[in-house]
């Protein structure tokens, strides 16, 4: 399989702490994903980074990416308890149309 | 704009039988794909299309039929249903292809749940 990996699976926080959640993949790409989901609901797109960047900000998002290591990192900043979510990466593959998703990371803001 | 849409949000299929997943989308965008999401997992590509009357395979394949008769709808196939397939159906569509550094962002649908006994 060429799914990636999503590392912690859970994470558990308070609010107003921050919230990294990392993503290793096995595929050279052209570009990284993150997407948010909301137990039962269709996945949301949150930010894209292309392969020659190494780093990307979104308001609160801040995305890393490093290609030698296969490997990004998703930051939440100031979590709130509507961050509550499922977040996964997904990687675009070189010359196809694939996109492998990660396993996910469960993230939940305690009030 | 709805946006993507899909029908029917739930099903329940006996082994064998055969069912037509919907979906549609408003946007006039050239390239839609159907994901699997199983416990524990992240999405699967099952097919995809980056235009009317053009589909190709994604990562699972296997079981699903698709065609692209129009930009709107992308309807996904099972031809003889298994209990494998039981699995919870995401459809997305994008202007553009996420290859090549493209940066067209993926709208998906809410999905379908299919149970098969």
């Known amino acids: 399989s060429q799914q990636g990996e999503e590392d912690p699976q859970a994470l558990s926080i308070q609010e107003g702490e921050n919230a990294t959640m990392n993503c290793s993949y096995k595929t050279s790409i052209n570009n990284l994903q993150w997407y948010r989901q909301n137990s039962g609901r269709g996945l949301v797109h949150l930010i894209l980074?292309?392969?020659?960047?190494r780093e990307k900000h979104s308001g609160r998002l801040r995305v890393t990416l490093d290609t030698s290591k296969k490997s990004s990192s998703l930051l939440i900043t100031a979590s709130r308890a509507a961050d509550t979510a499922s977040y996964f990466c997904?990687?675009?593959?070189?010359?196809?149309?694939?996109?492998?998703f990660g396993t996910g990371t469960r993230l939940t803001v305690i009030p | 704009n709805a946006g993507v849409t899909q029908t029917p949000k739930f099903q329940v299929l006996k082994t064998g039988q055969s069912m037509t997943l919907q979906c549609a989308q408003d946007?006039?965008?050239?390239?839609m794909s159907w994901y699997r999401q199983d416990p524990g997992m992240g999405l699967r590509l099952i097919h995809y299309?980056?235009?009317?009357?053009?589909?190709d395979q994604g990562e699972v394949p296997n079981g699903y039929n698709v065609s692209r008769s129009t930009t709107e709808d992308f309807p996904l196939r099972l031809l003889s249903a298994a209990p494998s397939q039981t699995s919870v159906y995401f459809c997305?569509?994008?202007?553009?292809?996420?290859?090549?550094?493209?940066?067209?962002?993926?709208?998906f649908g809410p999905g379908t749940r299919l149970t098969v006994l």
């Open positions: 299309s980056v235009g009317a009357g053009i589909t």
């Open positions: 997904a990687a675009a593959q070189t010359g196809a149309n694939n996109l492998f």
């Open positions: 980074i292309r392969s020659n960047e």
């Open positions: 997305a569509s994008s202007r553009g292809s996420w290859r090549q550094g493209a940066s067209d962002t993926q709208y």
């Open positions: 946007m006039n965008h050239e390239y």
